[in-house]
């Protein structure tokens, strides 16, 4: 049970109360921001939380178990700390959140509502909603290797070990038209074949990048699909750096990047299909790989 100060309780329980959300947020980058919304500025320890229009909390689900914590937290993209940029460039994945409930005419009345990370936040042009996931939410994530027919490493990282920077498998781009559904058609990827950058990485020359949900070519066109709308950095004339992608499949890493040798999956795992596979009178029954 959430104990509350005695003064903080004395005052709900008055019939009249003043009371705003604050909360603080924490950046991977150590940067510590602090927003409420009460109508004023709100002076909160040190800081001065910024008053941001619109902005408001959600339900928040609390568990008694090791099930993570969940809470969200809507508002408009009107503060210069929050930014669509900002957003799409990631700078605001995994920060620490705390959430609290403070009596804005006495800022140290308070009670400590809520404490975990940013999850997945959803932007537009004018708004934005964030999800907030408890402290447990951590215990949830795998550690370690996991067993399976694909390969668990990033293309052209450490683990992966093929360089991604050479001509092959690196292109620059302009786009030249902009298509509905955060698609675009570019120039400068022509002579690559259809589907070579699908599930790529592209990076926007003015900041940001997007993942490549598909690459087409069709008489020379080429288009670009992305899986999020990049939002301010799709226009005519944005340039961007490409990187080949790779669905993590054995064949691909040895077609596409000859890289067979540091595939990190177990592509001869058997599974189901193998287990209720029966005997097949074309294939020879003597105990041979079935992988020669």
């Not at 909603?129 to 447990?136: F, I, K, N, T, V």
């Not at 899986?227 to 992608?245: I, M």
Request: aromatic share 8%; hydrophobic share 45%.
């Amino acid at each position: 049970m959430r104990e509350l100060p005695e003064a903080l309780a004395a005052r709900l329980a008055s019939g009249v109360t003043t009371l705003a959300h604050v909360w603080r947020i924490t950046r991977r980058d150590e940067a510590v921001f602090c927003f409420t919304d009460h109508d004023e500025p709100l002076a909160f320890d040190e800081q001065i939380c910024e008053p941001m229009i619109g902005l408001s909390a959600g339900a928040i689900e609390k568990s008694a178990g090791l099930n993570a914590d969940s809470a969200s937290f809507t508002g408009a993209l009107n503060s210069d700390a929050i930014t669509e940029e900002d957003i799409a460039r990631g700078l605001w994945d995994g920060a620490r959140a705390d959430l609290y409930r403070v009596d804005w005419s006495a800022p140290a009345l308070r009670v400590h509502v809520f404490a975990g990370f940013l999850g997945e936040v959803r932007r537009g042009v004018q708004a934005f909603e964030a999800e907030l996931r408890g402290l447990q939410a951590r215990l949830n994530v795998p550690v370690g290797r996991v067993f399976s027919r694909f390969c668990d490493a990033d293309v052209g990282d450490a683990r992966c070990g093929k360089d991604i920077e050479t001509s092959a498998f690196r292109a620059e781009g302009v786009v030249s038209e902009v298509l509905a559904g955060g698609g675009f058609r570019a120039d400068g990827l022509s002579v690559f074949a259809d589907g070579w950058f699908a599930r790529g990485r592209l990076t926007w020359v003015g900041g940001g990048e997007s993942e490549v949900a598909a690459h087409r070519v069709n008489d020379g066109n080429v288009v670009i699909e992305l899986v999020d709308p990049p939002g301010f950095a799709l226009d005519v004339g944005a340039a961007f750096v490409v990187h080949a992608g790779c669905d993590k499949r054995f064949a691909t890493c040895r077609a596409k990047f000859d890289n067979a040798v540091n595939f990190r999956g177990f592509p001869h795992m058997p599974g189901n299909d193998a287990i209720q596979a029966g005997p097949v009178a074309s294939e020879p029954m003597d105990g041979s790989s079935r992988f020669s």
